[in-house]
């Protein structure tokens, strides 16, 4: 048994790990938002679209590791870190709840961060909007409709820019 239960504390050390970078990583993201540094922004998503499949990899990881764990004390592969944790050598049983509840800990902030983002960079393209419509009136948004497609060109076209600026 202490084989399958190395590896999956590992593999909860690991999946940590990638949690941590993932915040990171949203913080990171975050201010880029807030100090307008556009370029940043761009590199953000990048490595936070790449930090999310590494994450994928490591919880799947995990995953196996917990299953492989549950069938060597013949529990069923599909038991919870609850019906594990009680079973494991009692030494071994607070570091793996601690592993556990920090992983939990970390997907909840996560969570919060990503959705934070999304408030701010979907705020930041509404008042985008708002300047474009101030500027060319009667433009048609430049986000998809409610039946999922863009919309028709705008009216304005790049000789009357041109003409509105010349």
Same mark, same amino acid.
């Given at each position: 048994?202490?084989?399958?239960?190395?590896?999956?504390?590992?593999?909860?050390?690991?999946?940590?790990?990638?949690?941590?970078?993932?915040?990171?990583?949203?913080?990171?993201?975050?201010?880029?938002?807030?100090?307008?540094?556009?370029?940043?922004?761009?590199?953000?998503?990048?490595?936070?679209?790449?930090?999310?499949?590494?994450?994928?990899?490591?919880?799947? *990881?995990?995953?196996?590791?917990?299953?492989?764990?549950?069938?060597?004390?013949?529990?069923?592969?599909?038991?919870?870190?609850? &019906?594990?944790?009680?079973?494991?050598?009692?030494? %071994?049983?607070?570091?793996?709840?601690?592993?556990?509840? &920090?992983?939990?800990?970390?997907?909840?902030?996560?969570?919060?961060?990503?959705?934070?983002? *999304?408030?701010?960079? *979907?705020?930041?393209? &509404?008042?985008?909007?708002?300047?474009?419509?101030?500027?060319?009136?009667?433009?048609? #948004?430049?986000? %998809?409709?409610?039946?999922?497609?863009?919309?028709?060109? #705008? #009216?304005?076209?790049?000789?009357?820019?041109?003409?509105?600026?010349?």
């Amino acid at each position: 048994m202490n084989e399958p239960l190395t590896e999956l504390i590992e593999a909860l050390r690991q999946e940590l790990q990638h949690y941590g970078e993932m915040l990171a990583l949203l913080d990171q993201q975050q201010d880029s938002v807030l100090n307008r540094r556009t370029d940043d922004l761009l590199q953000t998503v990048g490595a936070i679209q790449t930090q999310a499949r590494l994450l994928q990899q490591a919880r799947d *990881h995990r995953d196996a590791c917990r299953r492989q764990l549950a069938a060597r004390l013949g529990l069923p592969e599909s038991a919870s870190f609850a &019906e594990l944790i009680p079973q494991l050598p009692a030494d %071994y049983q607070p570091l793996v709840q601690a592993l556990v509840q &920090e992983n939990n800990d970390l997907l909840v902030r996560v969570q919060q961060r990503a959705r934070q983002n *999304h408030l701010l960079l *979907h705020r930041a393209v &509404e008042l985008m909007q708002r300047l474009l419509t101030a500027l060319f009136p009667g433009s048609a #948004p430049l986000t %998809y409709g409610g039946n999922g497609n863009l919309p028709a060109a #705008p #009216p304005w076209s790049a000789s009357t820019l041109f003409n509105a600026v010349g």
